[in-house]
Structures are given as C-alpha cells and as structure tokens.
C-alpha cells in the first residue's frame, strides 16, 4: 500500500500524449495519432492536448480492425483483423508459413527465427525479409485508412518494434493508403519513431506530470 497518487493509462494513449508534449510541431488543436505496434497493435489519440479515450475507456483498439473478414482467425475469436497480420507474432507465423517458397532466404540458415531475426536479415537486403516486412506495411495501411476517415489526425507517428521496418514499412503502408484513400481523405504525414527511445515510457510521466498539474 501506498499513500502516493497512481496513475494508469493504455500505452499507446501515453505515448501520443507523450509525442503531442514533446515532439509535435503542429497546430496544439490538432489531432496526433500513436500507433503501438508491437505484441499487438493499439492506438492513441491526442486532440488538443487531451487523451480520447471513448465512453468506456477502451477506445481505439486498432488491432481488431477487420482488413479481410474472410481472412486469418485472430485471437479474439474473429477473422482478419489488423492483428493477424501486423502484431509480432502474426508476422513470425506468416513467415514461417512462406519460408520454403524462398530456399536461398538467409532466414532458412536459423535454427529458429523471430521479429528480432527477421529485421537481422531485413538488414542484409533479405528479399523475403523485405517482402515480409512490406506486406505488414500494407496491411497496417489498410487499417489506418479506416482511422482516417473517423480521426483526420495532423500527424501520424509509429512507435514499437515494427518501426524497425523503417523505409520499407512505409512504403507498405503508403502504397495501400494511395490505392485505397477516397475523395473525404487527406494522407497525414507518417513518421516513424526511434525504436531506441521508449514513448511509451516518456508517455508515463507525461500522464503523472500532467494528471499531478490538473
């Protein structure tokens, strides 16, 4: 027990209060959109300088987004949501289903592989890693066309360890936001977050520091 004041909040809202405070140099009355993707894929909406969080402070669980309601069963019970295809371990199950249709793949010469091995060969001009790491871009970029049309965020940034895609990623993600945008859109500039950095962290204190001011 504690006589301290606790604070809690979903990690993806945290970070995108952390990137509104910190990092953000457009209009303080615009919308800043998080993406955590990681072990799954969550979002964060900061508008004006407040968290969204919706009626039950569940809002924005991108990662039950349906891209393909025919497609791959989720762990939620459903078919083909965005965390099917983009979370970690949705991107090492892919893998493994296609890696003997690419037999000179460096990821066939790992006794095992994971996300971690993955970006290893991604680095080394892999082609099956770039394929792997595009087609979770496309994906993602399916999904975030849905938010789009909801949000109309300024900015859009992506934290967690699917931002080690790096370029190709968003090549992924903005060929899938050009086919699909329609007229109501606007494409947001996407930026991808130092991997290195933890948002989510800085987002922490954020929270305490902000709820502590209030």
Known sequence: LTSLPIFLEHDADAGALA??????NTDSSQVIMNILADEGIGVGLVDSGKIFTGTSNCSCEMGHITIDYKGRTCNCGSN??????????AIEDIASEQLNDYPDS????????????????LDQNDAFA??????????????IV????????????ISGSLALGGE?????IQEALTSRRSGFTLIPEIKLFDYSQNLTL?????????????
């Open 146 to 157: 849905s938010l789009l049309h909801v949000f109309d965020p300024a900015d859009i940034v």
């Open 130 to 143: 770039k394929k792997i790491i595009k087609d979770a871009g496309n994906c993602l970029g399916q999904g």
């Open 106 to 121: 460096l990821l066939n010469k790992q006794p095992s592989f994971s996300m971690k091995t993955i970006f290893q060969a």
């Open 19 to 24: 990137y509104w405070w910190f990092y953000s």
């Open 168 to 172: 190709l990623l968003l090549e992924g």
């Open 202 to 214: 800085l987002g922490a204190a954020a929270i305490a520091i902000d709820s502590m001011l209030n």
């Open 80 to 89: 083909g949501c965005l965390n099917a295809y983009c979370c970690s371990k």
